[in-house]
C-alpha cells in the first residue's frame, strides 16, 4: 500500500495497463480482463487486476497530465514491481493523414516540460519507447487491419492551449497528435530500466475540428486495448 495505491503487496501486475479515466479502467478490465478485481480506489482513481489469456494484468486510472501519471508510474514501479507499462489513451490528430479513429503508436515524444525536467536540468532529454513493445504493437494492428500510424507525438502541459504557433510547428515536422502523459511515462520507464508504449485512440482532430461520437468511442477504443494486451505478451 502505498499514499495513492490501496492495493496489497502481489495485487498488482508487472504488467499495467493506464489510461488516464479511472472509468476506462473499469470498463477496460470488465471488458478485457478475466476474473477483474478491483485492488484500488482511493481517490476514486480505480484500479483492476485480473487475466488476459492466464496472464495477469492489471488496469490502473493514471489521471489527467503528466504530474498525475508521474505518482502512479512511480509507486506503480518503485513499491508493486511494475514492468511493462502502456498508456491506452486517446489523443489529438495533427497531420491530415492522420483520421479520426485511428490508432497512434507514439515512438517518440516531445514535450516543453515534464515533472522530471528538474532532473535534466540543460539537457533536453528525448523519451523514447520500447523498440519490443512498439514493433509487436506495430504488427498486431496490421493483422487488425486497423489503421495505425507511428511516429512522434506532442505530450502538453495544458489542455486549454492558447499557443497556436507552437500548434504549427508541431506540425510542420510532422508530430501525429497530442496528449499530457507520455513524455513523462517514458522518461520514468528509461530511469527504472521498465517497458514502457503510449497507444492512442484519435478521438479528435485539431484541424479539421472533427471529434468522435461517443456512441463510436468503445469500438475504436477497444482496438486500442486489444493492440496494448496483444503487444505485452508478444
Known sequence: MTVHIGAKTGDIAETVLLPGDPYRAKWAAETFLDKPRLVNEVRGMLGYTGSYKGRPVTVQGSGMGMPSLSIYVNE????????????????????????????????????????????????????????SLLHAAAAVAEAKGVATHVGGIYSSDVFYDERPDLNEQMMRHGILGVEMEAAELYTLAARYGRRALAVLTVSDHLITGEALPSSDRERSFGDMVEIALEAAFA
Open 76 to 131: 506503480l514501479i518503485k513499491d508493486y514491481g511494475a514492468q511493462t507499462l502502456i498508456r491506452i489513451g486517446s489523443c489529438g490528430g495533427m497531420q491530415e493523414k492522420v483520421k479520426v479513429r485511428d490508432v497512434i503508436l507514439a515512438m517518440t515524444s516531445s514535450t516543453l516540460s515534464t515533472p522530471s525536467r528538474g532532473i535534466f536540468k540543460e539537457l533536453n532529454f528525448a523519451p523514447a519507447a520500447d523498440w
